[in-house]
T-cell receptor, first 112, second 115 residues
């Protein structure tokens, strides 16, 4: 089955800096890659997703890149703010309503 | 996106007992899933709740321990049976979205503590 690895497990940046979180997946049939943000005590919130027919997608300060050949995808957050502090999870799916396999999560801390 | 609610939001239970968690959606959805999130950990899929048929369980999860019902396209229940302290977790339902069949949105979760 699918295996998703995520790095780093913790990331501390200064406010205004950029943050990058990386994930690799094992199943070459995976074609859907969402990212979720989970604040303490809250539900995971979808922040951005990408499909395998696209190499990059941006939404304001957030971007995701996908390298199908290398089977890795990354989340980029620019101009980080304290409210970006949370746990971020990547996930992968073979699509068609199939299950999501999640990475292990990255605790992002944005320091003032 | 759909509005998803779960009941109860939290509970403290004694070992050996069972708890049924409800997931309600304000619109009909095809896909519903149940996840477990142990303290400080990632999300692990327990099963896919299929409307009108038996749930599809992931490796390591069995129907006797986690029976699931899906009587219609807006509602599902997950029961945690014969609980032990190792079952202490957050249990979350998720649903597919009209954004696309692959997109999933999560309910608020049920925080379960087993003593």
């Amino acid at each position: 089955g699918e295996n998703v690895e995520q790095h780093p497990s913790t990331l501390s940046v200064q406010e205004g800096d950029s943050a990058v979180i990386k994930c690799t997946y094992s199943d070459s049939a995976s074609n859907y890659f969402p990212w979720y943000k989970q604040e303490l005590g809250k539900r995971p919130q979808l922040i951005i997703d990408i499909r395998s027919n696209v190499g990059e997608k941006k939404d304001q300060r957030i971007a995701v890149t996908l390298n199908k050949t290398a089977k890795h995808f990354s989340l980029h957050i620019t101009e980080t703010q304290p409210e970006d502090s949370a746990v971020y999870f990547c996930a992968a799916s073979t699509g068609g309503g199939n299950k999501l396999t999640f990475g292990t999560g990255t605790q992002l801390k944005v320091e003032l | 996106s759909a509005v998803i609610s779960q009941k109860p939001s939290r509970d403290i239970c004694q070992r050996g007992t069972s708890l049924t968690i409800q997931c309600q959606v304000d619109s009909q959805v095809t896909m519903m899933f149940w996840y477990r999130q142990q303290p400080g950990q990632s999300l692990t899929l327990i099963a896919t709740a299929n409307q009108g048929s038996e749930a599809t369980y992931e490796s390591g999860f069995v129907i006797d321990k986690f029976p699931i019902s899906r009587p219609n396209l807006t509602f599902s229940t997950l029961t945690v049976s014969n609980m032990s302290p190792e079952d202490s977790s957050i249990y979350l339902c998720s649903v597919g979205s009209d954004r696309g069949v692959d997109t999933q949105y999560f309910g608020p979760g049920t925080r379960l503590t087993v003593l």
